[in-house]
């Protein structure tokens, strides 16, 4: 069973950055296929970006350009740094962790099977 726990979530300005962070308590965390995603009020939960297998890093298309995502499995952590933040990309950011390939497709919450609890993220105009 893998815990995740995301941080670095605040209030910013539009055109600040910010660095989520999401910590995984499993040791063999290197194996395991992460990504983030979001969800604002009254929308279903979006996929933001997530480092796929043998796809590597993939983003969702209202984010590309802007965030970036990456992993340090020495540390079991992997991050979401975020530039150039917009009003709309306020939302709970969730970090989550697909241990085995499902061939749902990277961008579905269906194709990962560990979450944590979520840090909001909220960008001012």
């Known amino acids: 069973q893998v815990q995740l726990v995301e941080s670095g979530g605040g209030l910013v300005q539009a055109g600040d950055s910010l660095r989520l962070s999401c910590a995984a308590s499993e040791r063999t965390f290197s194996s395991y296929a992460p990504g983030w995603f979001r969800q604002a009020p009254g929308k279903e939960r979006e996929f933001v970006a997530g480092i796929f297998w043998s796809a590597g890093a993939k983003y969702g298309e209202s984010v590309k350009g802007r965030f970036t995502i990456s992993r340090d499995n020495a540390k079991n952590m992997v991050y979401l740094q975020m530039d150039n933040l917009k009003p709309e990309d306020t939302a709970v950011y969730y970090c989550?962790?697909?241990?085995?390939?499902?061939?749902?497709?990277?961008?579905?919450?269906?194709?990962?099977?560990?979450w944590g609890q979520g840090t909001q993220v909220t960008v001012s105009s």
């Open positions: 989550a962790a697909s241990s085995v390939y499902r061939g749902r497709g990277y961008y579905t919450p269906a194709e990962y099977d560990y």
